[in-house]
């Protein structure tokens, strides 16, 4: 059986595409990463990746202004070249058009760092702190057009400690999210397969 060609679009340091990527490694994995692609050239992660032998890309956002739909149009272009199947949000920082999302439907996931529908958008931690939850995690899920909206995939979880601040709950659920987000792209890639 052959594997789902996997992207994986990042912003900066790349810790979860790291995770991701070492998965994937594994003999059985339904998934072969071929295509690391960022809106920013000076993202850590494209030198991690291309160390890795990942053919990584990136396409800067900034010279689009606010056209939107026509950088999306530059990573597309790439997306197809690279015949991509799959794509994995990782820590990537820019909202997605409807043109792309609505192109990409059943076939993108992102990672969010709160235990959705609780707290979409920024500042998560921040706002499970100030709301004095019990507990607090991070999410992978299918994208739709409204930001951080779609199904939900698999969520972690973690107690919220007394002593916590920003900065450590923010370390402890990104390490959820290394062990959450490469055993929710094996599920995505089930649901992937079930569905062809
Ligand atoms: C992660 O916490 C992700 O949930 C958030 O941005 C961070 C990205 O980290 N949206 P990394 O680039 O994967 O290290």
């Known amino acids: 059986m052959s594997q789902i060609r996997l992207a994986i679009f990042i ?5 979860n595409m790291e995770a991701i990527l070492d998965s994937c490694a594994k003999s059985d994995h339904p998934a072969e990463p071929v295509l690391i692609m960022s809106n920013r050239p000076d993202a850590e992660g494209l030198n991690t990746a291309a160390a890795r ?9 900034k010279p ?7 950088f999306e149009r530059a990573m597309h272009a790439h997306l197809t070249t690279a015949n991509v199947e799959l794509i994995a ?5 820019r909202i997605l058009t409807p043109w792309f999302v609505e192109k990409w439907t059943g076939r993108l996931i992102n990672i969010h760092p709160s235990l959705l529908p609780k707290y979409p958008g920024l500042k998560t931690h921040a706002r499970a702190l100030a709301a004095g939850d019990a ?30 601040t920003e900065e ?28 062809n």
Not at 64 to 70: C, H, M, N, S, T
Not at 139 to 161: K, M, N, Y
């Open 89 to 93: 949000l990782a820590g990537f920082m």
């Open 135 to 164: 507990e607090h995690g991070c999410s992978v899920h299918w994208v739709t057009e409204g930001v951080d909206q779609g199904a939900v995939i698999d969520q972690a979880r973690i107690p919220i400690l007394p002593e916590d």
């Open 64 to 70: 689009f202004g606010k056209d939107r739909e026509a």
């Open 11 to 15: 912003s900066g340091r790349g810790s």
């Open 168 to 195: 450590t709950l923010r370390a402890r659920v990104l390490e959820q999210e290394h062990t959450l987000y490469p055993r929710a792209l094996r599920r995505a890639c089930d649901e992937l397969l079930l569905r």
């Open 53 to 61: 032998g990942i053919n990584a890309a990136a396409v800067d956002h």
